[in-house]
């Protein structure tokens, strides 16, 4: 069933008691009603240049304004052309330097910002045990740990930098908010991670940027703080949130990137799906080619109860993708 028997002591700590809906109504600035959002505004996200496209993950009936990760045909080959390209920069690069070797293991220093409105915790102000937990979560997730392919990556917790400033609250994608916030904000290398978190606009749960070759200001992943571990978002509060965005952070597409067609999500080993998977629907099998839909990789739409791995050949990409952008 895709559970995760170790983490069971970790899911029961959820005080799933709120809705995320109703989370969500509470703290409506911002927010769009989904019908009419769904014809608005799309146009500005996809319209900015691929280096700094981000992609989310959304709710069933969530993702109101636009779905930021669902890229295009185009874009998808501009990225893999950007990577083949990194890739040889990089061999140039190291070949000049003097027999530089491509990291094998990577331990990521992670800066948390957390964004509040107020010292209350629906006005974002979550508890340090609960980014601790994240940072676990990430860990145990990126391992090999939870039942997937063991990953090149590790995490460290460096800072937890809190903001009050209702201005910034809650973080809507694509606003001019939130390049003000990442501007302030954002410390490191890219190969620091920066999260942040706070109540997020349209129901979305986060998003995150792609890598990129010259480091972009709004590098980094936002996180609904309600979905780390012992959160009230009901069904996505086991931090498998932080676990997909931080996949995308290191290039990773969506399982169901491209449909049925093409190099899908250009990773050999998952199955291609034709759409996002939301719930836990064992069994469903979408396209003709061979194998079920990966509803238990963290790069789909599940419920984190159901989402526990990534494949082999999604650890590979990340692995080349950090050497190609990441990398020292
Ligand atoms: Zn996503």
């Not at 979408?286 to 790069?299: E, Q, S, V």
Request: glycine share 10%; aromatic share 6%.
């Amino acid at each position: 069933m895709g559970l995760r028997p170790n983490l069971l002591t970790r899911r029961t700590a959820g005080v799933a008691s709120t809705t995320l809906a109703l989370l969500l109504s509470t703290a409506a600035v911002g927010v769009v009603p989904a019908a009419s959002a769904f014809s608005a505004a799309p146009a500005e996200v996809c319209a900015e240049p691929a280096d700094v496209h981000s992609d989310a993950r959304v709710k069933p009936g969530g993702g109101a304004k636009h779905e930021p990760n669902e890229l295009t045909l185009a874009e998808t080959r501009e990225r893999e052309a950007d990577l083949a390209a990194a890739l040889r920069e990089r061999a140039r690069f190291r070949a000049g330097a003097g027999a530089v070797t491509a990291a094998a293991t990577v331990t990521i220093p992670v800066v948390v910002h957390v964004i509040q409105e107020d010292s209350t915790r629906a006005g974002g102000n979550i508890p340090d045990s609960m980014i601790s937990s994240q940072i676990s979560v990430l860990n145990q997730s990126f391992s090999g740990a939870t039942g997937g392919a063991s990953t090149a990556f590790s995490f460290q917790l460096q800072t937890i930098n809190r903001v009050t400033n209702p201005s910034w609250y809650p973080i809507v994608q694509g606003s001019s908010a939130e390049r003000s916030m990442k501007t302030s904000l954002r410390t490191g290398g890219k190969n620091t991670l920066n999260i942040y978190l706070g109540e997020l606009s349209d129901s979305l749960l986060g998003w995150a940027t792609f890598p990129t070759r010259k480091l972009n200001s709004m590098d980094g992943v936002v996180v609904l703080s309600e979905s780390l571990p012992g959160g009230t978002a009901a069904n996505y509060n086991q931090g498998d949130t932080g676990t997909h965005e931080v996949g995308h952070w290191l290039n990773l597409y969506h399982t169901f990137q491209g449909g049925c067609s093409g190099s899908g999500d250009s990773v050999s080993d998952t199955a291609a799906e034709a759409s996002p998977a939301y719930q836990c629907p064992t069994g469903r099998d979408t396209c003709t080619a061979p194998g079920t839909d990966p509803i238990t990789n963290f790069m789909d739409y599940t419920y984190d109860s159901c989402m526990h791995q990534f494949t082999a050949g999604q650890a590979s990409r990340m692995l080349t993708a950090w050497n190609a952008y990441r990398a020292a």
